[in-house]
């Protein structure tokens, strides 16, 4: 079993930043692929970032290409969402997601944390 523990969500002016951290613990945390999710109100979750286990391969949406980095400390069990400029579209519940194999959709992950809250005011 994984257990997926999201921080750092707030509120934040337009053009601010913000990082994110996820606390993973469980067996063979370090070995797992792990990702950010975000859910809107009112709309489906969406992929935001991926990085592999070794942190040798990452993923992002076009959506946050540019703004948003990914990384990964794996003798702290923990990954974080690095947030710059940001905009009131980003907007949304952030959720920190683990599976085996790393993935670009939301619906690959197989474990999930509770999701931290992140309003970006305009």
């Known amino acids: 079993q994984v257990q997926l523990v999201e921080s750092g969500g707030g509120l934040v002016q337009a053009g601010g930043s913000l990082r994110l951290s996820c606390a993973a613990s469980g067996r063979t945390v370090s070995s797992l692929a792990m990702a950010w999710v975000r859910q809107a109100p009112g709309k489906e979750r969406e992929f935001v970032a991926a990085?592999?286990?070794?942190?040798?391969?990452?993923y992002y949406a076009d959506s946050v290409k540019g703004r948003f980095t990914i990384f990964r400390d794996n003798p702290k069990n923990t990954v974080y969402l690095q947030m710059n400029s940001l905009k009131p579209e980003d907007t949304a519940v952030y959720y920190c997601?683990?599976?085996?194999?790393?993935?670009?959709?939301?619906?690959?992950?197989?474990?999930w944390g509770q999701g931290t809250q992140v309003t970006v005011s305009s």
């Open positions: 997601a683990a599976d085996r194999y790393i993935a670009t959709m939301a619906g690959d992950y197989d474990y």
């Open positions: 990085i592999s286990w070794n942190g040798g391969t990452t």
